[in-house]
Every structure is written in structure tokens, then in C-alpha cells.
């Protein structure tokens, strides 16, 4: 977990100034999307909370800033890594949900467990 707290804060540093160039604004997209590839399996609810603001600033006010400049493979560029961060997020939104369902099926069946103890009690006491 402080590893993954670590990269976080690593990521966030190298991003939080705004880029001076749009070398540098599509360098360090690329690294901020290359960071939630590899990690977004360990994200939290806090962690895609810092991530999507971040993600906002790449496509908000920094991507305004640097789009009169942007060739059209920058921008395709753009529109692949906004597509694996959109993907990466609902993969790991998926895996909570799974989680959840996976938690309410086991206490569903240890509930179903202690009925069939009960009725076999009652049985056994008629």
C-alpha cells in the first residue's frame, strides 16, 4: 500500500506544475496514463478521485493550452490514452463491483447455512 501511495504521489508531482511545452504536456501524459496501466488494479475510491482531476487538467486547461500546436497524431494520440484511462477505470470499477457481489453471496449462503441448521434442529425436535 505505501508503494502504490508512493507511485501515486510520484505521478501527482511530476504532473501537478503545468507542462511549459506541449512536448512536455504530451511526455508526461504519457506517463500519467503509462502509471494508471500499471496500477489502477490497486485503486481505491481516493486514488481514482486524485487520478481524475489530474486526468481533467491533461484534458482541460492543458489541453487547450497546447491544441493550436497539436498535430493530428497528437491528438489521436490524446483520444488513444483517454480511451485506455476510460477503460483502466471501468476494469477496476468492475473488479470492486465483483468484490461486493462476491461479499454478498457469501454471507448470503452463511445465512442459507444457518436456516437448513435450523430447520434441521426443529426437526429433529418434532
Given at each position: 500500500m505505501k508503494?502504490?501511495?508512493?507511485?501515486?504521489?510520484i505521478a501527482?508531482?511530476?504532473t501537478?506544475?503545468?507542462?511549459?511545452?506541449?512536448?512536455?504536456?504530451?511526455?508526461?501524459f504519457?506517463?500519467?496514463?503509462?502509471?494508471?496501466?500499471?496500477?489502477?488494479?490497486?485503486?481505491n475510491?481516493?486514488?481514482?478521485?486524485?487520478?481524475?482531476?489530474?486526468?481533467?487538467k491533461?484534458?482541460?486547461?492543458?489541453?487547450?493550452?497546447?491544441?493550436?500546436?497539436?498535430?493530428?497524431?497528437?491528438?489521436?494520440?490524446?483520444?488513444?490514452?483517454?480511451?485506455?484511462?476510460?477503460?483502466?477505470?471501468?476494469?477496476?470499477?468492475?473488479?470492486v463491483?465483483i468484490?461486493?457481489?462476491?461479499?454478498d453471496?457469501?454471507?448470503?449462503?452463511?445465512?442459507?447455512?444457518k436456516?437448513?441448521?435450523?430447520i434441521?434442529?426443529?426437526?429433529?425436535?418434532?
Amino acid at each position: 500500500m505505501k508503494k502504490l501511495f508512493l507511485s501515486i504521489t510520484i505521478a501527482l508531482l511530476m504532473t501537478a506544475c503545468a507542462p511549459s511545452t506541449k512536448q512536455d504536456y504530451m511526455a508526461e501524459f504519457g506517463e500519467f496514463i503509462e502509471t494508471i496501466s500499471e496500477k489502477s488494479s490497486e485503486y481505491n475510491t481516493g486514488d481514482w478521485a486524485s487520478a481524475d482531476a489530474e486526468f481533467d487538467k491533461f484534458l482541460g486547461e492543458w489541453y487547450d493550452k497546447y491544441e493550436p500546436e497539436m498535430t493530428l497524431n497528437d491528438k489521436m494520440q490524446i483520444v488513444a490514452w483517454t480511451t485506455a484511462y476510460n477503460y483502466h477505470k471501468g476494469v477496476s470499477k468492475a473488479g470492486v463491483v465483483i468484490d461486493e457481489l462476491g461479499n454478498d453471496l457469501n454471507e448470503g449462503m452463511k445465512e442459507l447455512g444457518k436456516g437448513i441448521e435450523e430447520i434441521g434442529k426443529s426437526m429433529q425436535e418434532d
